[in-house]
C-alpha cells in the first residue's frame, strides 16, 4: 500500500511540473536585454526577432497572477511600454510598482510574460517568462520621477512610536485633519478649483496610485488629471499636483508633503540643434529657495549617462533658474529617419534622453528630480540635389540626383508618368547607379538613351531636337511622391526621325546624293506634303500617320506606319522618248514601330505643376456608348471608359462624375467594338471644358486633328 500511494503522489507531482511549464519557454538568446539604472528596471526587446509577429507583455503580479499590460495599467502602476528610436520595443518600470517584489527597499524584483504569435488575435502565443532584478540602496530624502506617461514621488519616512495616551486638543491646529480617518492613508489634493480629501482606494480609481514601503511612502500621479495644474516656471510649462498624503493614529497624525512637478514642453528645434530645458529651481517643489543648493547634474541617452557630453558634440550648461541640453542633428546616439510629407522628402531625428538633478534645500536634505524624455523632431524638408552631367554628344541623359538617408532605398522610378521597378528600368535600357556621398548620405545616378520612347521631344526643329524626361520617386508601399524634377537637353542633329505618341512623325533627312540635289524639291508619298525647313543638304518634314499617304501594316504586336521620302527630278521638255534628266535618284523610307496596345500619358498642362492654379477641381464623365463618324458615314459601336489608375484593371461607372485635381492624371479607354477590317480608330481631338457639357466654353484642347496641342488655361480659377 505505501508503495501505491508513492506511485500516485510521484505521477500527481510530474504532472504539476508539467502544466506549469505549458506554453512557457525561456526567451531565446538575443531576444532580451535588461539593465537597472538608478531605480528603474530597463527592457529591451529585439525588434529583427519580432519581425512578422505579434507580441504582448503581462506583468505578473505575485498574488494575482499574470495581468495584460496596457495604458490605464502602465500609468497608474509605473510602467511604460514604447519603442527607442531603432524601433526595438522598450519597457520601463519604476522600482516602487504595484507588482515589484520589495525586499527592504534595496532588492527588487519583477517578472515580466512576454507574449509572441504570428496572429494579431495572438493564439497559438508562445510565452516567454523574464525576471529582473533591481538593487538600490542609495535613496534620497525625496525622490521625483518624471515618466512619459506618469509622475512620481516618494518620500523617506521615519516615523515615531504611537504613545498609548489619547487626546484630541492638537487636532485643532490643522482644520482640514479633522476629518482625517483613523488608521487609514487619505490624500488631499489643493487645486485652482479648491481642496479635496479622498480616500487611497478612491484615488485608484481616478488614476493615482499611492503606497508605503518599509521606509518610503509614494505617490503616482497620471500627466493632466483634474486634481493636476499647469504653471509656467522659467518659460517651461510644468504639470503639477500639490498634494499631502494623510495618516491619523491614535497620538499620531502623520502629513507628509507628495507634491510632484514635472515638464510638459521646453523643446525647441533650429534647423541644425534641438534645445531640451529644465528649470534648475521649481518653487512648488523649494519653498525656500534661499536654502537652493545644487549638487549634481547628470545626462544621459537612452539607459547610458554621458559622463563626458562634450565628446560627442552634447552641450550641458545651467544656470540658476535653467538647465539646458542642445543636441545637434543626426548627433551619435540618436537617429535620422526619412519621412515624406506633402510629397516633399525630408528627414526626421529621435534621440532618447534623460537628465538627472540632485539638491539640498532646508525642508529636504537631498532631492534626487529625475526626467526621460523621447524628443523627435519636426518634419524638415530636404529636397534633393539634381545634377544634369548629360553630354548631347553621348546622345545619353546622365544624371545624379541625391542627398538621401541610408534607409532610402531605390525601388520604383517613374519616368514619363509610367513606373518601373529596378528591374525593369533596366530591361527598358534604363541605368541605375548607387553612389555614396562623404556626409554618410547617398545618392543615384540614372542613365537614359536619347532615343528612349520615354523620353518626350518638347521640341522639334531643324537639325535641332530639344528633349525632355520626367522623373519621379516614389515610396514603394505607399507610391507617395518623394520628389519630382524633368531634365532637359538640347542635341544638334544632321539626321533622325521621332514618332511621338500621338501618331506625329517629325523627320530630318540629310542629301547624301551625287550631284547633290535641291532638297526644297523633296516630298512624301503625297506630293502636296512638303519639307516644313530645309537648307542645302537637310529637309525637315513633319506629318501624322494618317496624312500624307502614310501607310499601316501589323507586324507582331506591333503596328509598323510607313511613308516615303522622294525628290522630284527635273526632266527637259517633252519632245522626244525617253525622258532626260541630269538629277540621281532619291529616296528615304521613314517608319515608325508602335505597339498595337499602349497606354498613352499626355500631361494637361504643359506648366510646372507648383504652377497650375490653387483651386478648383475637375469632372470626368465617361459616357458608355458613343456614336464616331470617321470617313464612313455610319455609326461605330465605340466604347469609352475611365480607368482608376494606370493599369487599366478597375474602371468608374459610366454616367458617373468623378473628382480631380487640376495635375492629377485622367486614364481614358476608347474602343472600338467593330470588327470591320476597314475600320480604324485614332484619337482626333480631345479637349477640356468647365462644366458637364462637351460644348461649353471656355475650352482648351489638348489634341487637335490627331496632333497634341496643349492650351493652358488663361484664368486661374478655371475648372479643368
Not at 480 to 508: A, K, W, Y
Request: charged share 20%; net charge negative; with cysteine.
Amino acid at each position: 500500500m505505501e508503495a501505491v500511494g508513492y506511485s500516485v503522489y510521484r505521477i500527481w507531482l510530474l504532472f504539476l511540473l508539467f502544466w506549469l511549464g505549458q506554453g512557457r519557454q525561456m526567451a531565446p538568446p538575443g531576444f532580451v536585454e535588461s539593465s537597472c539604472r538608478s531605480r528603474i528596471f530597463w527592457m529591451k526587446l529585439n525588434k529583427l526577432l519580432l519581425r512578422g509577429k505579434f507580441f504582448q507583455l503581462e506583468i505578473n503580479d505575485p498574488y494575482a497572477g499574470p495581468l495584460l499590460l496596457d495604458e490605464k495599467l502602465a500609468s497608474r502602476c509605473g510602467y511604460v511600454l514604447s519603442e527607442d528610436v531603432w524601433g526595438n520595443p522598450v519597457f520601463r518600470a519604476s522600482v516602487l510598482g504595484c507588482h515589484v517584489t520589495n525586499e527592504a527597499d534595496e532588492l527588487f524584483s519583477l517578472t515580466v510574460n512576454i507574449k509572441v504569435s504570428s496572429f494579431l488575435s495572438m493564439r497559438a502565443a508562445v510565452t516567454y517568462t523574464y525576471p529582473m532584478y533591481c538593487f538600490y540602496s542609495s535613496w534620497a530624502s525625496r525622490e521625483i520621477m518624471c515618466e512619459e506617461n506618469y509622475m512620481e514621488v516618494s518620500v523617506k519616512t521615519d516615523v515615531p512610536a504611537v504613545s498609548n495616551d489619547y487626546t484630541v486638543a492638537w487636532m485643532s491646529a490643522l482644520p482640514e485633519t479633522q476629518n482625517v480617518a483613523y488608521q487609514l492613508w487619505q490624500l488631499m489634493f489643493v487645486s485652482p478649483s479648491g481642496r479635496k480629501i479622498i480616500t487611497v482606494s478612491d484615488a485608484a480609481k481616478l488614476g493615482y496610485s499611492f503606497n508605503n514601503t518599509l521606509s518610503r511612502v509614494y505617490l503616482r500621479a497620471p500627466y493632466h488629471s483634474n486634481e493636476s495644474d499647469i504653471s509656467m516656471v522659467s518659460g517651461v510649462n510644468m504639470n503639477m499636483v500639490t498634494s499631502t498624503s494623510m495618516y491619523r493614529q491614535r497620538w499620531l497624525l502623520l502629513l507628509i508633503d507628495t507634491t510632484v512637478s514635472c515638464p510638459v514642453d521646453g523643446i525647441s528645434f533650429t534647423d541644425t540643434a534641438l534645445t531640451w530645458t529644465v528649470p534648475s529651481v521649481i518653487p512648488t517643489l523649494v519653498v525656500q529657495e534661499s536654502t537652493f543648493l545644487s549638487k549634481n547634474i547628470l545626462m544621459g541617452v537612452d539607459d547610458q549617462v554621458i559622463v563626458n557630453p562634450e565628446e560627442k558634440n552634447y552641450l550641458l550648461e545651467h544656470n540658476e533658474t535653467l538647465i539646458r541640453i542642445t543636441i545637434p542633428i543626426g548627433a551619435e546616439g540618436g537617429k535620422l529617419k526619412s519621412s515624406i510629407s506633402g510629397g516633399v522628402y525630408g528627414i526626421i531625428y529621435s534621440i532618447d534622453l534623460f537628465l538627472e538633478h540632485t539638491w539640498t534645500d532646508a525642508d529636504w536634505q537631498t532631492t534626487k528630480y529625475t526626467v526621460i524624455k523621447s524628443i523627435t523632431t519636426p518634419f524638415m524638408p530636404q529636397i534633393p540635389t539634381v545634377i544634369n552631367n548629360t553630354l548631347p554628344e553621348e546622345r545619353l541623359f546622365n544624371v545624379a540626383f541625391g542627398h538621401f538617408l541610408p534607409d532610402v532605398s531605390l525601388v520604383t522610378i517613374a519616368i514619363g508618368n509610367v513606373p518601373f521597378t529596378l528591374r525593369e528600368a533596366q530591361h527598358q535600357g534604363f541605368k541605375i547607379y548607387e553612389t555614396p556621398f562623404s556626409n554618410r548620405t547617398k545618392g543615384f545616378i540614372l542613365q537614359v538613351p536619347f532615343d528612349d520612347p520615354y523620353v518626350l521631344k518638347e521640341e522639334v526643329s531643324f537639325q535641332k531636337i530639344k528633349a525632355r524626361f520626367d522623373v519621379a520617386l516614389k515610396k514603394v508601399r505607399t507610391m507617395d511622391t518623394l520628389q519630382m524634377f524633368s531634365v532637359r537637353c538640347s542635341f544638334n542633329s544632321s539626321e533622325f526621325i521621332v514618332c511621338h505618341p500621338d501618331g506625329t512623325i517629325m523627320v530630318s533627312a540629310q542629301m547624301k546624293t551625287v550631284p547633290a540635289i535641291d532638297m526644297s524639291k523633296t516630298k512624301l508619298r503625297d506630293s502636296s506634303c512638303k519639307p516644313r525647313e530645309h537648307d542645302e543638304r537637310h529637309a525637315f518634314f513633319k506629318f501624322h500617320v494618317t496624312t500624307c499617304g502614310t501607310s499601316a501594316r501589323f507586324e507582331g504586336d506591333h503596328i509598323i506606319y510607313e511613308n516615303e521620302i522622294s525628290y522630284e527630278k527635273e526632266t527637259l521638255p517633252e519632245q522626244s522618248i525617253p525622258t532626260i534628266t541630269r538629277d540621281p535618284d532619291y529616296r528615304l523610307t521613314v517608319s515608325c514601330y508602335y505597339r498595337a496596345k499602349e497606354t498613352l500619358v499626355l500631361s494637361a498642362f504643359a506648366s510646372d505643376p507648383s504652377t497650375s492654379p490653387p483651386f478648383g477641381s475637375g469632372t470626368v464623365v465617361p459616357r458608355s456608348n458613343i456614336a464616331v463618324h470617321r470617313r464612313v458615314r455610319q455609326a461605330l459601336n465605340v466604347v469609352s471608359r475611365v480607368s482608376k489608375d494606370e493599369s487599366f484593371i478597375e474602371f468608374y461607372e459610366p454616367n458617373m462624375a468623378i473628382l480631380k485635381q487640376p495635375v492629377e492624371p485622367v486614364f481614358l479607354e476608347v474602343e472600338l467594338k467593330d470588327k470591320s477590317p476597314n475600320t480604324e480608330l485614332y484619337l482626333e481631338n480631345c479637349w477640356v471644358t468647365g462644366s458637364l457639357e462637351s460644348n461649353s466654353s471656355p475650352r482648351w484642347n489638348i489634341t487637335v486633328d490627331g496632333q497634341v496641342a496643349i492650351e493652358r488655361p488663361k484664368h486661374s480659377s478655371a475648372k479643368p
